[in-house]
């Protein structure tokens, strides 16, 4: 075992090769490019970042404390760690980690099984230099004997270190988006899967070996200590296999719970605009609530059919053995079908009772977010009855479900009473063997414990693909588009933005398409447009016209269904969304933006990492300052922590809309949209608000509330460059149709 593992460290140079061999193992073929000269720590990040994206990986950067250092390691996956000065960086590749060993990738391409403790002794050892002078001191007066020194000062230097945060950490793992497949390969979910199904399958033999024991035993009228003991020995095995089998199923749950919830939570992210704005609050979060039940209940219910029919073919097994072997083998399957006869009636029940249930979720999601609007407008007796007619169709389905799932309880019994009637004849005639008697009872029992597992087990998978039909939509979003070309992420950079020169293209559309629906009239219809670096562009037209449409083209919230879209040169496609949304901000209308029940910080600085840097919160109150909101800062107890939204902090509606002005400003993007931002402000904050949004925006586009000459005098008088003043007509070759 190494000692030292300078030799299994990355140099800078390499770590491109480094991050494809970990490609490579998952099956991601993509090439990217070098590693920038710079070591700037921003520059390293977003490289790791970007060529992560590339390679289908979330490179997390993360800053873990020494005390957590051991538990990190021992649980992480694919991470890389940066060891060393930013000047001379070199990178430990971790593989994937365990309590006493690591595995790292070496620079040879082989992967080396390290001690934990090497790994970390090597991450602290420079923290841990300036402390051991002291630490020393303190052994030498409290004389410690020599023999437990070297323990104590690794104690005292761990508990000295232990909120000290370690820097150049990258945590590598697939994309919640990527293939299915991928992430149950790379999650060890199919190893699970087989242990438990092992565990399982070996406890069922086992049973039917010491029933077919006892049996047989009986049925000899040898009933003696010797068959007993053998029974009790094979019965008591079953213990430590179905303790082991239950371990099996815990995990099973919990990694596909964490796969579940990210897939989730990415298709939720990635919502079509107008799919979620075509949908109530209601529906929305009765998908939620029924991803619950997909993932409580095929959990569950999956691993409990899938046992169950195992049984079952292995019952099949049994009873086909010996003489009537056919005949009981056509009862099992008769009795299959009635089975899957009652467990269809109950689908279609619960189906209908899922359907009625939701839509009073929906129905009383909506009147509690519209409840001021129902006191004042709505007839109360009318709303009482169309509450009790929706309670009582629901208990009349909630009834019909009852009666169907209890009609499933009596399979397992009524198979047994089958079973035993069929063996009946035999038994009393005594014309069959004893073995073949015992044989055939074992499979009975065999059977009707299948039985009862499928029973349980339906009802809860059936419940769950219904679910999965109503949450279908959020998975299926979730899903990874193309990913960006390599090398273009980084021949525009984010930090090259400066650089762009006054004049030339940012913004260039031609022959541009789009629908609401995919068969609709066009909304937009051969569109043509060109913005320029350092643009002030006022955008008017009659009210739904298309200009928040064209905005939202623009700032990459909707897709054109034609046409060409570049942004510096570049498609939506090269760039991908991260890549164009890095270029243009936008602070849409005030009923799509939103409020978070946060903070006002992170309110304020959501299109950034998060926590915030010093650098990034005095910016934040500088902008703050700048749009006249330093007044209510200064009356907030927590000020920019403060707790703000629906149930902290109330804003007034001015105050809001220059939130949402100061959220976008902190992009520093490209090019800056701010569609009606300007319409809850009065005419001396507006000129406050449109000081420091024209210092600072680079290009501007804006969209006032009506079409006012007035308004595009009072941008032109706080902008030397004039404003370039369009209409719909002047953006589009053809009528934009609202």
């Known amino acids: 075992m190494p000692s030292d593992i300078t030799q299994l460290l990355w140099p800078l ?42 390679l289908g990986f979330e490179a997390v950067y993360s800053t873990p404390e020494c005390g957590r250092l051991e538990q990190v390691l021992s649980s992480c996956g694919a991470a890389l760690i940066q060891v060393g000065s930013h000047l001379e960086p070199h990178f430990a590749v971790l ?19 390290v001690p934990q403790q090497v790994l970390r002794e090597k991450l602290v050892r420079e923290l841990e230099a300036p402390h051991i002078a002291a630490v020393d001191r303190t052994i030498e007066r409290a004389k410690i004997p020599t023999s437990r020194r070297a323990s104590v000062r690794q104690a005292l230097l761990k508990d000295r270190l232990s909120r000290t945060q370690l820097t150049g950490w990258w945590f590598l793992q697939l994309r919640p988006g990527a293939d299915p497949l991928a992430l149950l390969r790379t999650s060890g979910l199919g190893r699970l899967m087989a242990g438990f199904l092992s565990a399982h399958f070996l406890q069922v033999a086992l049973w039917v070996a010491s029933w ?46 964490v796969l579940f919830r990210r897939r989730l939570l990415n298709g939720a992210m990635n919502q079509r605009l107008d799919d979620i704005r075509h949908q109530g609050v209601g529906q929305l979060l009765g998908r939620v609530i029924e991803f619950e039940t997909v993932e409580l209940l095929s959990l569950s219910g999956g691993l409990t059919v899938v046992v169950a029919l195992a049984e079952l073919a292995l019952a099949m097994m049994v009873l086909t053995w010996g003489q009537g072997g056919f005949f009981r083998a056509l009862l099992l399957l008769t009795w299959l079908g009635v089975t899957a006869l009652l ?66 309880w009596l399979i397992p019994r009524g198979w047994l009473l089958l079973g035993l009637l069929a063996v009946a004849p035999a038994f009393v005639s005594g014309q069959h063997s004893t073995t073949l008697l015992a044989v055939t009872l074992g499979g009975t029992l065999l059977a009707q414990s299948a039985f009862e597992s499928l029973v349980a087990g339906l009802p809860q998978l059936a419940g769950a693909l219904i679910a999965w039909k109503k949450v279908k939509p959020l998975i299926q979003a979730g899903a990874d588009p193309l990913r960006p070309d390599a090398k273009s992420i980084f021949i525009n950079p984010k930090s090259d933005k400066r650089s762009s020169s006054i004049g030339s293209p940012l913004v260039q559309a031609s022959n541009l398409i789009f629908r609401y629906r995919e068969r609709g009239e066009a909304v937009i219809q051969d569109g043509r447009l060109t913005v320029r670096h350092g643009d002030r562009i006022l955008l008017q037209g009659v009210s739904g016209g298309g200009k928040s ?57 959501l299109g950034r990492t998060w926590p915030p840097s010093a650098k990034d919160l005095e910016e934040a109150n500088q902008v703050c300052r700048e749009l006249g909101l330093e007044n209510l800062i200064v009356r907030m107890p927590g000020g920019l922590f403060q707790l703000v939204g629906e149930t902290g902090w109330q804003l007034s509606h001015g105050e809001r809309s220059r939130l949402y002005i100061a959220r976008a400003l902190l992009r520093n ?70």
């Not at 040898?222 to 199923?249: C, M």
């Not at 009772?353 to 509690?368: S, Y």
């Open 343 to 408: 467990v269809w009636r109950y689908y279609v029940q619960r189906q209908n009772w899922t359907g009625d249930r939701l839509e009073m979720t929906h129905t009383l999601v909506e009147n509690l977010v519209g409840y001021r609007t129902r006191l004042v407008q709505e007839d109360r007796g009318a709303s009482n009855a169309s509450d009790d007619r929706a309670l009582e169709r629901y208990l009349r389905l909630s009834q019909g479900m009852d009666q169907s799932s209890s009609f499933l």
């Open 95 to 113: 593989l994937s980690g365990a309590k006493q060993k690591v595995s790292l990738l070496g620079p040879d391409l082989q992967v080396h099984r």
């Open 669 to 738: 993007s490209d090019l800056l949209i701010l569609d009606e931002s300007f319409s809850a402000l009065d005419p001396e904050t507006l000129q406050i608000v449109l000081e420091c949004v024209l210092r600072r925006a680079r290009t501007l586009w804006v969209i006032p509330f009506r079409e006012t000459p007035s308004f595009a005098g009072g941008l032109q008088q706080f902008d030397n460059s004039g404003v370039k003043k369009e209409s719909l007509r002047s953006v589009n070759r053809s009528k934009l149709h609202g």
């Open 549 to 605: 449409t064209l905005a939202s083209l623009i700032s990459g919230s909707r897709v054109p269904d034609g046409g060409t879209l570049l942004l510096s040169g570049l498609d939506r496609q090269t760039l991908g969304y991260a890549g164009w949304r890095d270029h243009v901000a936008t602070a849409p209308q005030f009923h799509e933006n939103f409020v978070f029940g946060n903070t006002l910080a992170f309110n304020l600085l």
């Open 212 to 257: 077919y024991l006892i049996g047989y035993a009986a049925l000899l009228g040898r009933l003696d200590i010797g068959w007993l003991a053998g029974w009790a020995l094979l019965r008591s095995t079953l213990v430590p296999l179905r303790l082991l089998a239950a371990r099996f199923q815990a995990r099973i749950a919990t990694t596909a719970g």
């Open 13 to 54: 140079s390499r770590l491109s090769q480094a991050l494809k061999q970990i490609a490579d193992r998952r099956n991601v073929p993509q090439e990217i490019p070098e590693p920038p000269c710079h070591t700037g720590f921003d520059t390293l990040s977003r490289w790791i970042e970007a060529a992560g994206s590339c």
